[in-house]
């Protein structure tokens, strides 16, 4: 279901600021604020501007994967990737436990 824009004059910051702040923070959704009929600021709580800032970062590396993949012919497998994995972490283990030994 999508969820409906809560809408109010700015003047609200001012005036109901209390009300505000509980709808952002229990709803943790925005509130869209309109300075003579046209949109003029958002608010939201710190979580939900944390949240759509670590998204908005996933989309980005996203996007550059794609770009990455696009760019290049050859592809691997699961077990390749996974194999490669292992002895990239089982030599940083190997590295450290050499660098303890010093």
Known sequence: MPVIPKIRPVSDLRN??????RSVHETNT???LTKNGR?????M???????NLFESEIYIKLKEAEY???S???RYTHDEVMTELRKTIS???????N????
């Not at 030599?91 to 436990?97: D, H, I, L, N, V």
């Not at 660098?99 to 010093?102: A, E, I």
Request: proline content about 3%; cysteine-free; glycine content about 6%.
């Open 91 to 97: 030599g940083k283990k190997s590295r450290r436990k």
């Open 39 to 43: 949109g003029d600021m958002v608010v």
């Open 45 to 51: 709580s710190l979580e939900a501007y944390e949240q």
């Open 68 to 70: 990455q993949a696009a």
């Open 99 to 102: 660098l303890q030994n010093v």
């Open 72 to 74: 290049v012919k050859k």
């Open 30 to 32: 925005p509130v869209f």
């Open 16 to 21: 109901k600021f209390k009300d505000i702040s």
